[in-house]
């Protein structure tokens, strides 16, 4: 069991807000960029419009100061005739910006997995949020965030949350308190509709825990849990400063005990449909 400190908002990045200095692999793609652009005879103000990105971003992943995003890698080996050196190289890059260092290993796994599970009592889960709920808060954290920083953090939640729709075969399930999600309509109108859209994907189950159950199995807090391709279970759990990966078998079976628990204890998945409909009704 390994543990890190930092945020307990998921991904949003580390207490101080500072990033981690840019890796040998950022900055060899960035090279690789730089050089394929001027083969092409593009300077970045041509080439940015045709990756669908600004001047600033192209220098900075240029630079080897931002992690490329997925699209920008497929519309750049287009634009600049790469032979698929750019897709290559982009499955090697050791940093990733807007994801803090501690939670890095959990979101590596979560890419592959095969099952994860997801309660939440402060927050609407990471892979649920809409750009306008995330954005309020990232400008909410303190110490406060640049603008870069803001940025940065939506682009990889953003990255993070196609997982749902691009891994069909990879089962979803989210457990997330009432008062959440009443929390949540009254930072973003937009955010019921977006649950409820994902909720009726065939590998996405969204349940709802009741404001009226008193007490269940995960009172303790969050609860995270994944499977991966050859069947290991994982887990992660955070506190206010901290960030916690689990491996150590006993203590991911007694969270999966738990979990299954608030499965039953939570409404069902018509019920919370049911009661989302509802609340997006009196929104």
């Known amino acids: 069991m390994a543990a890190g ?7 949003n990045g580390p207490a101080s807000g500072a ?21 092409a005879r593009l300077t970045q103000e041509q080439f940015a419009p045709q990756v669908r990105y600004s001047v600033p971003t192209v220098a900075s992943i240029e630079q080897g100061r931002r992690f490329p995003p997925v699209d920008f890698v497929d519309r750049a080996e287009e634009v600049l005739d790469a032979f698929g050196v750019l897709k290559g190289a982009a499955k090697h ?3 990733r910006p807007g994801i803090a260092s501690w939670f890095r290993q959990w ?3 979560e890419a592959e997995a095969v099952n994860l599970c997801t309660y939440e009592c402060r927050l609407i889960p990471g892979l649920l949020q809409t750009e306008a709920y995330a954005r309020a808060l990232f400008l909410e954290r303190l110490p406060p965030l640049g603008d870069e920083q803001i940025e940065e ?15 069909p075969n990879t089962a979803f399930s989210f457990i997330v308190e009432e008062h959440v999600l009443r929390r949540g309509v009254a930072a973003c109108a937009e955010l019921l509709p977006h649950i409820l859209a994902l909720a009726e994907l065939r590998n996405v189950e969204v349940q709802v825990m009741p404001q009226t159950r008193v007490t269940h199995a995960g009172i303790d807090g969050p609860i995270r849990l994944l499977e991966t391709p050859d069947n290991k279970w994982f887990a992660y759990c955070e506190g206010q400063e901290s960030g916690q990966f689990v491996s ?4 991911v079976s007694m969270l999966q005990m738990r979990y299954a628990r608030m499965r039953s204890q939570a409404l069902s998945l018509e019920e919370s449909g049911g009661l989302l409909r509802r609340m997006r009704g009196a929104a």
Do not use: C, H, I, N
């Open 107 to 109: 979101a590596q796994l």
């Open 19 to 39: 990033e981690p200095e840019s890796s040998d692999s950022l900055k060899s793609f960035g090279e690789v960029v730089k050089a394929l652009r001027r083969r």
């Open 93 to 95: 890059l050791s940093r």
């Open 5 to 11: 400190g930092g945020s307990a908002v998921e991904d």
């Open 248 to 251: 150590d078998p006993k203590v």
């Open 153 to 167: 953090r939506l682009t990889a939640r953003t990255e993070r949350q196609r997982l749902l729709r691009e891994r």
